[in-house]
């Protein structure tokens, strides 16, 4: 069971942009983290249409969060970016097991993953951005 | 999120055997299910390995299982076999993300991931195989 790595770093660019308390820029997130800077362009372009970030031009253009860190449901991003489906089954457009209907498994399944996400409706990205090292590895690379 | 195919075909080879009641064959599950006959067998291996199947050879050998399906739990089945860690800061040895020691995204995954996994905790393979069309399509393949 993995978060797709769209979502980690959907998770990431908000994490960074939101201990940064200032304008950032996708080149300073690509290079913090080390991680392909056109992957993270077209999750940053998601966050954006989202409304998680706002995104200027300009010579001192870049990313803020969208609305204040407080209001950003953990929740709410991984249900957003994390599409794949916990099993075949729950996409009857592909599913190809024959027992769909006759199975509670997927009943099971579908209840913990209920769970998993109940669980981190109890986070908002105010909760993540608050450790002092982590802002200090955010000014260093602001700065 | 997605469970890997390992795991779900794990599953469904729990659920056809503690299903059927008579010893049932590798060729017979993948038949039933339309999946690689390969593919099960390694499944099959680790379930034998575990304890959860016993494999008899000879010319009515297959599989039965290896203990009541009462005391088969969901959890226990999906933490052996989903290996894959929820994100990359979950593997010490692989991971690369600078902020891992001071975010608290991977304190909020694990809670959530436990919340998954005790919700799991609550199903026995016995409460997956009662339904009587099921038994029904394992009877028309076992027969």
Redo the contacts between chains.
């Keep these: ?5 769209y979502t ?1 770093f959907a ?2 660019a908000l ?1 960074f942009t939101g201990a940064a308390r200032e304008t950032v820029t996708i080149a300073t997130i690509s290079a ?3 991680i392909s800077k056109e992957h993270l362009r077209k999750v940053v372009n998601q966050l954006a249409h989202l409304g998680y970030l706002i995104t200027t031009q300009g010579r001192h253009g870049g990313l803020t969060l969208g609305k204040p860190a407080e209001k950003i449901n ?1 929740r709410a991003v991984v249900e957003a970016f ?1 599409t ?5 089954c729950f996409d009857k457009d592909t599913n ?4 769909d ?5 997927k009943h ?2 579908r ?10 409706e ?2 908002h990205l105010s ?2 951005v ?2 002092p ?2 802002q200090v ?1 955010v000014r260093q690379r602001t700065g």
Tied chains: 1, 2.
Excluded: H, V, W
Aim: charged fraction near 20%; include cysteine; proline fraction near 2%.
């Design positions: 069971m993995r978060l797709t790595s980690d998770l990431r994490i913090a983290y080390g953990l994390e794949s489906q916990l099993a075949e190809t097991c024959p027992i209907g006759m199975c509670k498994l099971a399944l209840n913990a993953q209920q769970s998993f996400l109940k669980e981190l109890n986070y909760d993540l608050k450790n090292q982590l590895f």
